[in-house]
């Protein structure tokens, strides 16, 4: 499996599946987060992160770049691009050491290309109507699993 497409009519139809995708996550994972502003990405990250036993607020780290939390066992990174100016201001984050330790999860990645691993799983937000779609992508074998195990669940 490759890709898979989800609707998400409702905000918590995106709940459900940041929740479905916590419960899969491997240990290790690069994920990328596209689409418009308000497409839902910071929404879906919530949604993962609540799963994982977050309790805080979860804001986009839109000026801070990177969002590091350490949650049921595992580290999770998350990362807003969207004020990215080049691709190599991402080496004072010190990523390189972590990128293969934890979680990544990165809104706005077209903004790293070039500096930034694959991704294991790619996630397209979009609109539609007054709800939004949402197509992930596996870019690796991990990124397979996790479909398969998402697919498994969705039925």
């Known amino acids: 499996m490759h890709d898979l497409d989800v609707t ?8 459900r ?30 949604a993962m992160l609540r799963a994982l036993g977050h309790e ?9 770049l990177l969002e590091p939390y350490e949650l049921a066992g595992r580290s999770v990174q998350h990362l807003d691009l969207y004020r990215l100016s080049d691709p190599h201001e991402l080496e004072y984050l010190g990523l390189r050491d972590t990128l293969d330790q934890g979680v ?7 903004r790293g290309e070039g500096w930034l691993p694959r ?21 690796s074998e991990r990124g397979q699993a996790l479909l ?8």
Do not use: C, F, N, Q
């Open 148 to 155: 398969r195990a998402l697919a498994a669940e969705h039925g």
């Open 56 to 64: 805080g607020a979860v804001r986009s780290p839109t000026y801070t």
């Open 104 to 110: 990544t999860l990165v809104e706005w990645p077209e």
């Open 8 to 15: 998400l009519p409702r905000a918590a139809d995106t709940d």
């Open 17 to 46: 599946l940041g929740a479905a995708l916590a419960r899969a996550l491997p240990p290790a994972a690069v994920i990328y987060l596209h689409g418009e502003l308000g497409a839902g990405k910071t929404a879906l990250v919530r």
């Open 119 to 139: 991704p294991d799983l790619a996630i397209h937000l979009s609109y539609l109507g007054e709800g939004r779609a949402a197509r992930l992508v596996a870019g």
